[in-house]
C-alpha cells in the first residue's frame, strides 16, 4: 500500500519538478542566445577596432550591418555579421543592447531576456543570458 501510494506520489510529481528545467532549455534555446549574444559581442568589437569607438544606442544593429555616412564612412568595414542580419534570440524578441553599459559604463553590453521576454534588472534576471 505504501509502496504504490509512493508510486503514485513520484508519477505525479516527476513532471512537476522537471517542468522549470524543461522550460528553460528544451531546445538548446539558452545555449543558442548565448552564441548569439556572443557572436554580437564580437561583431560590436570588431565595428569598435575599424571605427575606434563601439556602435551607440542611437545607431542600434543597423551600424554593424550598413556603412554609415559622412567621416565614418571612410573607416567602415562591414558588415560585421555573416549572413547579414541581427538575429532575433530563440524567444523572438530582440536582443537588448546598451552603451555606454548600465552594470559597466565602460563596456558595452547586450543581452536577451531569457524565456520569459522580459527583464525586471537590464539583464540580471536569473533567466536573462548576458555578455558580462
Known amino acids: 500500500m505504501i509502496r504504490s501510494v509512493v508510486v503514485v506520489f ?31 559581442r564580437y561583431a560590436a568589437k570588431d565595428f569598435q577596432m575599424d571605427m575606434g569607438r563601439p556602435p551607440t544606442e542611437d545607431e542600434g544593429w543597423s551600424v554593424l550591418l550598413r556603412q554609415p555616412t559622412g567621416e565614418d564612412a571612410k573607416r567602415w568595414d562591414g558588415p560585421y555579421m555573416d549572413p547579414a542580419r541581427i538575429p532575433l534570440d530563440p524567444w523572438g ?23 520569459d521576454r522580459t527583464s525586471r534588472s537590464e539583464g540580471n534576471d536569473s533567466d536573462d543570458i548576458s555578455s558580462w
Not at 543592447?97 to 553590453?109: D, M, V
Request: net charge negative; with cysteine; hydrophobic share 40%.
Open 10 to 40: 513520484m508519477a505525479l510529481a516527476l513532471p512537476l519538478m522537471a517542468w522549470p528545467l524543461a522550460y528553460y532549455d528544451s531546445d538548446g534555446n539558452v545555449r543558442t542566445a548565448e552564441t548569439q549574444v556572443s557572436l554580437l
Open 93 to 115: 524578441k530582440p536582443y537588448v543592447y546598451h552603451y555606454p553599459g548600465k552594470h559597466n559604463p565602460a563596456a558595452a553590453e547586450i543581452y536577451s531576456c531569457g524565456p
